[in-house]
C-alpha cells in the first residue's frame, strides 16, 4: 500500500507574494484612486471649462460624475462592514 504525504501549502504560500499581500496592495490602489477621483474633479471641472470651452453643465456633470465613482471606489476599497463599526464606535 503506497504512503502518500500530505502536502504542506503553508510552504509555499511563504516563497514569494502571498493572496493577503495581493489584496492589500490591491486595496491601498483602490483607496488612492477613490481618493484622486474624489479630488481632482475640482481640477478638471476648471480645465474642462477653461481650456476646451465645454459648457458649465457639462464639465460640472462630469466632475459629478468622477466625484461619485471615487466615493463609490473608496467604500468598496474601506467595506461597508468598517464604515458601520465606526459609525456604532461614535
Do not use: H
Not at 31 to 44: K, N, Q
Amino acid at each position: 500500500m503506497p504512503v502518500y504525504q500530505r502536502r504542506d501549502d503553508r510552504k509555499l504560500e511563504s516563497i514569494g507574494v502571498g493572496r493577503e499581500e495581493i489584496r492589500i496592495a490591491l486595496r491601498i490602489v483602490a483607496i488612492v484612486a477613490g481618493g484622486m477621483l474624489m479630488v481632482l474633479p475640482a481640477y478638471i471641472n476648471q480645465t474642462l471649462f477653461g481650456r476646451l470651452r465645454i459648457s458649465v453643465p457639462v464639465s460640472l456633470a462630469i466632475s459629478l460624475q468622477l466625484f461619485v465613482l471615487g466615493v463609490l471606489l473608496f467604500i468598496a476599497a474601506i467595506g461597508p462592514a468598517r464604515l458601520e463599526r465606526l459609525a456604532r464606535a461614535e
